[in-house]
């Protein structure tokens, strides 16, 4: 993976190299999904509801499989961006970190994976207080009268596959990206698309 540090990324490299500038947003989305601390671990996933309003919400990006050009985030099938991306499965997904004054935004199409060996996978490297939360009885975003009327997650000792039937994986395939640098010294702004397996990148103004 390239190294993104400020020592070795720095604005002279990244002001005239289109390569250079796709290594290191692809680089800050593989250090997301490795590195709780990153400012890419959490990013917006934008869908289309059904009723054809927008809809977003914060998720947690899980893997980055680049050759691919794949982002993992993991999710209830119960929910409701679940019949969202069924129904309309391009979705857009927006980070930004902070420390290195990036912001990605990428546009893909998106595939749920349930009860299949994507789906077995990521649930087996998960930790045990993330696999509680698909043991709740009731689907995400259901209306309770009172907060105190949450339901805990059902007790299940002794079964690591309790909740698994709750569980997916929303695996999208990323068809262009927008790498935009913010910089005292000049904002750098480039986008990138792939059309079948072919890369066009261009400079855009900030």
Not at 32 to 59: E, K, M, N, Y
Not at 81 to 95: D, N, Y
Not at 192 to 199: N, P
């Amino acid at each position: 993976m390239l190294d993104t540090s400020p020592s070795r990324t720095t604005m002279a490299g990244l002001a005239d190299d289109l390569s250079l500038a796709l290594d290191t947003a692809w680089g800050h989305l593989m250090r997301g999904a490795a590195d709780r601390r990153s400012g890419f671990h959490t990013i917006g996933l934008g869908t289309t509801g059904l009723d054809g309003t927008p809809q977003l919400r914060t998720v947690v990006l899980r893997r980055t499989d680049r050759e691919q050009r794949e982002l993992f985030l993991h999710t209830d099938i119960r929910a409701r961006k679940i019949p969202e991306i069924l129904a309309k499965p391009e979705v857009g997904v927006l980070g930004y970190c902070q420390d290195s004054k990036t912001q990605l935004r990428l546009s893909g199409v998106a595939t749920i994976h349930h009860d299949d060996g994507i789906a077995r996978a990521a649930w087996e490297r998960a930790q045990e207080m993330s696999r509680r939360c698909y043991r709740v009885p009731i689907a995400p975003g259901s209306a309770i009268e009172r907060p105190t009327d949450e339901p805990e997650a059902l007790p299940v000792p002794g079964d690591p596959n309790a909740g698994f039937e709750a569980f997916a994986v929303v695996r999208v395939t990323i068809h262009r990206l927008e790498w935009l640098y913010l910089a005292i010294t000049g904002h750098r702004r480039a986008r990138y698309e792939w059309r079948d397996g072919a890369l066009t990148a261009t400079w855009l103004v900030p």
